[in-house]
Structure formats: C-alpha cells, structure tokens
C-alpha cells in the first residue's frame, strides 16, 4: 500500500543533513558549466548486467579448462593413407561428385516450346 501524503512530509522532516556542504549550490555549480564535473565518460553498468559479465567470463573460463583436458587428433600420415583401398575410393567419389555439380552449374531448365501447359 503506497504511503499517504502526511506519511512522506513526516518521513521528509525526519531526516536532516547537517553536514557541512551545500548541496544546492554544488549542484548550481554543475548545472551552470557541466563540462567542469569530473565525471567518468561512457554508460554505468547495471548490476545484472556486471552480474551477467561476471557469469560469461566464468563460463569461458569453465569452457577453456574443459577444451584443455581434450587430446589433440592425430593425423594419419601419407604413407598410411596411400595404400588404403578405402581412401582411393573416397577421393573417385569426390571427383564425380564435383565434376557433375561443377558441370550443372552452368545450365538452365528450358521448358520445351513444343509442350503445353493448357489443357
């Protein structure tokens, strides 16, 4: 339930500052020349939003230790490769593969004028 008018004048009255700057003036000051104010260029961050920076570092962190426990694969050498009937066959299924796109990129599907469409 919101606070009643009466509520907030007595909240206001109880609090006084009795420090020894002049708020009011200090802020006449800034408002007349607010290039003078020594203030922190760019945008605050939130609180969710450092909160959330602080997740995503702290996942990355978790995903490059992870990463580090991987062993590295391990590359066949040539000479084991060459004489495997398998890879000869994968290479001839390749080629053909790349030569018949290679050689249907350059045509076109032309309706037959002889046929129709109408019946």
Known sequence: MPPDEGDEAELASDVE????VDWDAEW??????????????????SQAETKAIKTL????RAVDDKLADIPPIEVPSWNSIKGDW????????????????VG??????MPDPQSSYYI
């Not at 570092?57 to 990355?60: A, L, P, S």
């Not at 398998?86 to 796109?101: N, R």
């Not at 249907?104 to 599907?109: I, K, L, N, T, V």
């Open 17 to 20: 500052y009795t420090g020894s």
């Open 28 to 45: 006449k000051k800034v408002v007349e020349n607010p290039d003078s104010a020594n203030r922190p260029k760019g945008k605050y961050k």
């Open 57 to 60: 570092n702290k996942g990355i």
């Open 86 to 101: 398998k890879f000869w066959i994968g290479v001839i299924a390749v080629i053909s593969v790349l030569s018949s796109v």
């Open 104 to 109: 249907g990129m350059g045509q076109q599907q």
